[in-house]
T-cell receptor, first 111, second 112 residues
Framework: DAKTTQPPSMDCAEGRAANLPCNHSTISGNEYVYWYRQIHSQGPQYIIHGLKNNETNEMASLIITEDRKSSTLILPHATLRDTAVYYCIVRLTSGTYKYIFGTGTRLKVLA | DAGITQSPRHKVTETGTPVTLRCHQTENHRYMYWYRQDPGHGLRLIHYSYGVKDTDKGEVSDGYSVSRSKTEDFLLTLESATSSQTSVYFC???????????FGDGTRLSIL
């Protein structure tokens, strides 16, 4: 599985968009990008995933660069409840079942 | 939220005792996973299951065993607990091998 690199921490003003970057320069063509977050000591919460195209759901948008070497998770209107650790993970589309969690980005949304 | 229940939620026990953690799902998902989370290490996969009676090792499987006798339950056993196994344990499930994993609320295990 490709390794990911994320900034250790970020701040964002409440109501503004939070843009969380992830570098996965060794990603291969059949590896998906997944984003999760973990609030306090709760279990990780799935946010979104994608392979090549940009994706959007009710929680966030995922922008994947054309060369797939990096991606950005966008929370369009951050709230205090979005304060969490955000993990970017890449894994094969099939044949392996595990995620490799890095240390993630600690996002703090400021009032 | 996915129907995942972990039990117990908290446990304190002594070194050398056996411990079994249970993960129960109501989603009828094929895949189930056990992770542990420790400061500075993030989440690490212990064991996973891809069907009833089908299990395999993850990256930190030493000292742990698992069993899955029915779709809804995945048990993690520490045969003889050690202090290094003090951790927060998370169970996860997924419907398919590239489908997102959904996590339970965790079990906080302390081994004294």
């Amino acid at each position: 599985d490709a390794k990911t690199t994320q900034p250790p921490s970020m701040d964002c003003a409440e109501g503004r968009a939070a843009n969380l970057p992830c570098n996965h320069s060794t990603i291969s063509g059949n590896e998906y990008v997944y984003w999760y977050r973990q609030i306090h000591s709760q279990g990780p919460q799935y946010i979104i995933h994608g392979l090549k195209n940009n994706e959007t759901n009710e929680m966030a948008s995922l922008i994947i660069t054309e060369d797939r070497k990096s991606s950005t998770l966008i929370l369009p209107h951050a709230t205090l409840r979005d304060t969490a650790v955000y993990y970017c993970i890449v894994r094969l589309t099939s044949g392996t079942y595990k995620y490799i969690f890095g240390t993630g980005t600690r996002l703090k949304v400021l009032a | 939220d996915a129907g995942i229940t972990q039990s117990p939620r908290h446990k304190v026990t002594e070194t050398g005792t056996p411990v079994t953690l249970r993960c129960h799902q109501t989603e009828n998902h094929r895949y189930m996973y056990w992770y542990r989370q420790d400061p500075g290490h993030g989440l690490r996969l212990i064991h996973y299951s891809y069907g009833v009676k089908d299990t395999d090792k993850g990256e930190v499987s030493d000292g742990y065993s698992v069993s899955r006798s029915k779709t809804e339950d995945f048990l993690l056993t520490l045969e003889s607990a050690t202090s290094s196994q003090t951790s927060v344990y998370f169970c996860a499930i997924s419907a398919g091998d590239h489908q997102p994993q959904h996590f339970g609320d965790g079990t906080r295990l302390s081994i004294l």
